[in-house]
């Protein structure tokens, strides 16, 4: 996996293309966490879940599902929270975060890969491009040496491309569409 510092990225990299639809800091940091949210499978190895299975890490909570799923309820949930923000824009932005995670995960070089259309298969995939190195699921692991490799090569490919998009679009920002 990417680790749990760079995948909250992403929620930066894509939150001033969603500003003018009214996603401002709150909704931000809602998205996010939903770039974070994925990993909570990693719970499942205390309780002897199978790494393959489909509740096994990299299933079906990095799915294409379950970010829909996981994006429609934070839509509607806490709506009155954000009122002045487009109910399709909220959702397409927390889609867009929670979905990367998996994206960027189908990116490292380890793991058994990514279950994207899990449920309906637990086929797993990576892409043909792997640059990011994968971050151990513990942190111990990740302290113990490999933490400057993982953390270079995400700064390298996932931190400061997410750092430019979120100035471009920062750079080239609209006013917020009023919503009635």
Request: net charge positive.
């Amino acid at each position: 996996m990417a680790s749990a510092i760079a995948h909250p990225f992403a929620a930066l990299a894509l939150a001033p293309y969603f500003r003018r639809f009214g996603i401002g800091v709150g909704l931000g940091l809602v998205g996010a966490v939903c770039t974070i949210v994925p990993d909570i499978d990693v719970l499942g190895f205390r309780e002897g879940v199978p790494y393959a299975s489909l509740f096994g890490h990299r299933g079906i909570t990095h799915s294409i599902f379950f970010s829909v799923l996981l994006a429609a309820l934070l839509t509607i949930v806490p709506r009155p929270a954000f009122p002045r923000t487009s109910a399709i824009a909220s959702f397409v932005f927390l889609f867009a975060c929670t979905v990367s995670h998996g994206l960027l995960d189908a990116m490292t070089d380890g793991g058994l890969g990514v279950a994207f259309f899990s449920p309906f298969s637990n086929q797993r995939y990576f892409f043909p491009w792997r640059p990011i190195c994968v971050s151990p699921l513990s942190v111990a692991q990740f302290m113990s040496g490999r933490a400057s490799r993982v953390l270079a090569s995400e700064l390298h490919w996932v931190m400061l491309p997410s750092l430019g998009l979120f100035l471009l679009g920062w750079l080239t920002r609209s006013k917020p569409v009023r919503t009635a």
